[in-house]
């Protein structure tokens, strides 16, 4: 069985740690976790992850910039980003959309339902990439 990768991104090590075991849940997902945007984006074109969980709020580079950065690379450009933040306003996910990213997970989440939203994610991607 071929694993999925998914890079997650995030500042703060509580919260890292969260998603990793809350990913952990599902055996078909396989997480590496950075806790800078510079470090996601040489993380992304090395490792190739099928998608990105991406935090807003971080020092030295945000989310809505690492985004930016990681479309400007051939090697990452095409890799689906979801942002996690707890601005999850509508007007705050139409332009996190218009940015470039696929959706947004809302912070606080259930760490017992993460690793569902983002399967769902990912058969939603799948299935829009098939048509």
């Given at each position: 069985?071929?694993?999925?990768?998914?890079?997650?991104?995030?500042?703060d090590?509580?919260?890292?740690?969260?998603?990793?075991?809350?990913?952990?849940?599902?055996?078909?997902l396989?997480?590496r976790?950075?806790g800078?945007?510079?470090?996601a984006?040489e993380?992304?074109?090395?490792w190739?992850?099928?998608?990105?969980l991406?935090?807003?709020?971080?020092?030295?580079?945000?989310?809505p910039?690492?985004?930016?950065?990681?479309?400007?690379?051939?090697?990452?450009?095409g890799i689906?980003?979801?942002?996690?933040?707890?601005?999850a306003?509508?007007?705050?996910?139409?332009?996190?959309?218009?940015?470039?990213?696929?959706?947004?997970i809302?912070?606080?989440?259930?760490p017992?339902?993460?690793?569902?939203?983002?399967?769902?994610?990912?058969?939603?991607?799948?299935?829009?990439s098939?048509?």
């Open positions: 069985m071929t694993s999925i990768r998914i890079l997650h991104v995030d500042d090590p509580d919260i890292r740690e969260i998603v990793d075991l809350s990913l952990g849940l599902n055996p078909e396989e997480v976790a950075c800078s945007g510079p470090e984006i993380a992304a074109a090395e190739s992850p099928a998608l990105i991406l935090d807003v709020m971080m020092p030295q580079m945000d989310g910039t690492t985004l930016s950065h990681l479309r400007q690379n051939p090697r990452t450009s689906p980003v979801l942002f996690m933040t707890a601005r306003q509508t007007r705050e996910i139409e332009k996190f959309i218009a940015l470039g990213a696929q959706g947004v809302s912070k606080p989440f259930d017992m339902t993460l690793a569902d939203m983002v399967s769902d994610h990912l058969h939603t991607l799948v299935a829009a098939a048509l």
